[in-house]
């Protein structure tokens, strides 16, 4: 007497391939869903003015450093204050319904709220005068902002992705005076300077 | 499964060193102490108490694990976007402001009658931490405690935020409306019946202001309080030299100190200046120094004074006159001391004391004569002015004023004594002629003497307007109520002992919109209202410079932090009235013997709070008590003899009472090195109207205090309540096993014997687990100097600001769960339980070379840097605490609970449950505040070593020397710590590390540690030893 049908033979097998099946799918979901590679990147919020960094630096040639003045010497990138903005725009564009934001702070001496696109966490000591100095371009970590509209995470910046370079920063670098520029490659002329970066904890947490 | 046992140390077990101990408890009981140590839950009642589960906080674990898995499920959720943040530029950028970089800024600040230059970080806009100005005299570089904790201050939650009046809320325009009223009255009677009640100021703004409302209206009057004042030794100057004159002991050059019931390393004025000079003095870079100085100490109760001292003897408060007329009588008949001009005085002594044994008279008196001129008798505020008076004429016989010790003019001559003077307006009040009373700081009603009734006196003057950090005892009871400013928020200045001027800069705009003493003094003589303009006006009044030069000097003044060339000239060596002296000691009268029955109580500035004012300063009232380790309390201090006579024990309540004053209940403490039928108690403590942190912690003593007894006074009785009360302190944590740590010597032997710190601390015998590494880079270390350090605790207090350090409240420091970084250990050495010695010692992390804590970390949290430091990634530290038991140095920390507060009602303790928004902006932005749940420790300051680091990288240049200072080391009045790059042949740290009385913290054990101690060398008199 035969109390399970014969179909009932591939039920082992069934289950090998699902659960096989649902245990790719898990370390996925892990692996690269719940990764910076999908979390960080390509994220790109709405911003209270449409500031263009095509506009500004792709086509008008800004350099980087004219609005992020402190970044060579600061920690912290600084987004410029609304006196910087106003610097063109009291004469260029004054009356553009975009610019208001940027207006009514300059009036009423309250913030532009920007919102923050790179963020590290909390733990996190990034400085970025150091990294320049040491002959990191923008590029590297930033992308191609001369391009972008709208200015989006282009890089995962997760640890793994900050030791990648920490423990060779040779293809990254370039010299000082090019770091802010978006179309430098290495002819083979340069040739990367030994610069020691931290590997261990406290290089950059604190 | 056994446990191992904490092996035995040969060398330490067979040497005839005196044993260490650290309580009496222990020293009686070794093996309890032991295992106390080791438990993990030590305490009967810690273990009861687990057993329930409000510890565990409102959640409990089922609920906990319930909850958390729908946090779980959110948090994926949630972290597919991380929220938003915003970044907030400004709009107007202001000049020079990096975003990102902390400013300095000079200025200076007022403790216990003596400024100290400060510089105060800011990061963008905000000050973080207080350090102290090399360039000024009153800091040298160095703070103390409480300077460094007024950072905390500042950002209190409880300060009030507005004037009030009869308990409502009212505006700034309102109480100008209100004067502007009064002031007609004033007018019209001259100011008859307005009174001013002041502290003693060293501010020309203010002396300057108060000599304008006398002129507007003449027949005000200014009065001065302060519970803590210098009056006594103003007014001892005055009867030595006629008039009153500043004295400044110049430790570092005086071989000879004689501390009479004078703490002033700790409590006594100007103790910034006198640690670092004392310390100075004794400094020894080999043991081929040809000699170092000596401290003598008489005290009633053991202080860090005594700590330090090279022989210390316990006697009453009271005691000390009679002691003192016995040595000058014994100086008198040395040849080349005249001291004919006292000579009626001292014949009056017998020459003897009791108490005292007869070679604390003659060695004395030897040393004293065989120094002359580079010796100093110091005496201490609470003692009578007429002591201050004698040992002025005995400094001036032996030759010791104009040299060892500087005279400067007083700052305010016209200051009177407070006693006096609080006793003048109380009667005024009592005869009607007050009818305004304006309180500029200060807090009478808590802290005036008992025996004035203040608050009933208050209650009679129609107007009474109180200018205060926050609405305490005197605030609640006036008619106005007005927001004081923080020194950190407005403009002022101030002057050192020695009259060199600082400017008081504000680094931020009143939080609370408080305004400062001469602002409201302003208001009432019609002067600019604004700081500012006061300060520019005293500096342009007092000066004949031309404007535009004045300009620079102002400037220049304001960068550096003080005014160069405003110091006063030292006097030089001035006459002593000798008939004056005599006259002074013509009111002494004998008493009754001291017995159980019949204490001396000593009323002692607390170390930390100092009069009270800064009782709502959780860092300061966690600071373990130097002597005693208690933390949020205050104990009245007896001696095991005195103990015994009366059946106490450590810990039960008693009644303290004395004829014609209140009574009071408190705790008693038993001290070694008290003196038999004394009892010593802090005030400052136990505050009725205060912020959230400090009301009814510890027990007022103020009651107790009479104006005819600020000091001290017999007749206190102490009756057993047969209550206890529970004293959370800290001196048996942490324990070291009994290994020998805080190593100490003689000078004799030091010199005979410059390796003896080595001999007790021998190389490892076994071999490293792993291969050693070969630091090439830098190699960080640093150096403890136990001869310096006078445990001060300001390093403590400095790496709490630093570090974002966690106060935790009574109950948690009562479960081994305090968070400082560093600690002072403080050892009773020998089996004399009476007047022990003391050995001090600060330890923090000492970054071993083969961290025993990294071998245990199962998930690599703890690690090694290349240039040798122990790092911690707090992000990583998944908390088994592996390492911190695996640690004999036992200075890793965990956060057992959310004490940097999580969300509202997260934790059980109101501590830090719902930490204040203000409380948040004194953290510093560059370290990570840690969570519940991870392990911390000393990081060597590590953000500070990155940040040189990274600034001599983008200026392309090697690290300085002293470039990267720790924050204790920086903080530290005694330069006893020393931090720099090993590597670096020509740093101090290494040369430091190189000296022979160096050894490192339980060598034996193989660990290799980046922390260098350097032997104690006491200087005691081998001539007090043959008796």
Known sequence: ?206 | MSKRQPYELDVAKNDAAPIFWKSLEQKADPARARAEATAEFPRAAIAADLAKSDLVGPVGRRGFLFGGMSAALLAVEGCARRPVENILPYSKAPEYMLPGIPVHYATVREHRGEAIGLLVENHEGRPTKIEGNPDHPGSFGGTDAITQASILELYDPDRSNGPRTAGKEAKWEDFEAFLKQKSVAFAADGGAKLRVLMTPSNSPTMLRLRDALAAKLPQSKVHVWTPLSNSNAREGARIAFGKPVNTIVDYRFARVVLALDSDFLQTEPGMVRATRLFARGRKLRSSHESGMGRLWVIEPSYTNTGANADHRLRLAAREIEPYLLALGKELSTRQGVDLSQIAPLLATSTGAVDGVPPQWIKVVADELVTMRGRGAIVVGSRQPARLHALAHALNAALGNAGTAIGTYPANDPAERDVAADIKDLTADIDAGKVETLVILGGNPVYDAPADLKFAEKLAKVPTSIHLAHSVDETGSKCTWHLPRAHELETWGDQRTLDGTLAVQQPMIAPLFGGRSEIELLALVTGDPPTGYDLVRATVKSGSTIPAAVLEQTWKAGLNRGIFASSGNRSLGPMEVVGGAVVTAFSKSQASKPLAPDNLEIEFAPDPKLFDGRYANNPWLLELPDFMTKICWDNAACISPATAKALGLASGDVVTLSREGAAHVEIPVWILPGQADNTVTVNVGWGRTVTGRYGTGVGFDVYPLRTSDALGFADGAKVQKTGKTWLLAQTQEHQSMEGRPIAIDTTFDEYRRHPNFAQFKTPDPKVLPLWKPVEYKGHKWGMVIDLSSCTGCDACVIACQAENNIATVGKDQVHRNREMYWIRIDRYFLGEDESNPPVAIQPVACVQCEEAPCENVCPVNATAHSPEGLNDMAYNRCIGTRYCANNCPYKVRRFNYLEFQGGPTGSTPDTLYGDIPETRKMQFNPDVTVRMRGVMEKCTYCVQRIQEGKIASKRDERPIKDHEIVTACEQACPAEAIVFGDLNDPTSRVAKYAEIDRGYHLLSELGTHPRTTYLGKIRNPNPAMEQG
């Open chain 1, 1 to 206: 007497m035969q109390i399970f049908p014969r179909s009932l033979n591939k039920l082992p097998l069934l289950v090998a391939v699902v659960a096989n099946l649902a245990l790719v799918g898990v370390v996925f979901v892990f692996w690269y869903w719940l990764s910076p590679k999908n979390l960080v990147m390509g994220y790109m919020p709405t911003q209270p003015v449409p500031y263009s960094h095509r506009l500004h630096v792709g086509q008008l040639g800004l350099d980087c450093r004219y609005c992020h003045a402190n970044i060579e010497r600061a920690a912290k990138a600084m987004i410029p204050p609304t006196q910087t903005c106003m610097g063109c725009h009291a004469i260029v564009k004054t009356d553009s319904a975009k610019l208001e934001p940027i207006r009514t702070s300059w009036q009423t001496g309250k913030a532009v709220e920007w919102v923050q696109v790179h963020r590290l966490p909390d733990h996190v000591f990034f400085d970025h005068s150091v990294h320049l100095h040491a002959g990191v371009g923008c590029i590297s970590c930033h992308g191609r902002v001369d391009e972008e509209e709208v200015v989006k995470v282009q890089v995962p910046m997760s640890m793994g992705w900050c030791l990648e370079c920490h423990r060779d920063p040779t293809p990254n670098l370039r010299p000082r005076s090019e770091i802010t520029n978006m179309t430098w490659t290495n002819d083979g002329s340069f040739k990367p300077p030994a610069v020691n970066p931290p590997q261990n904890c406290s290089g950059c947490h604190r």
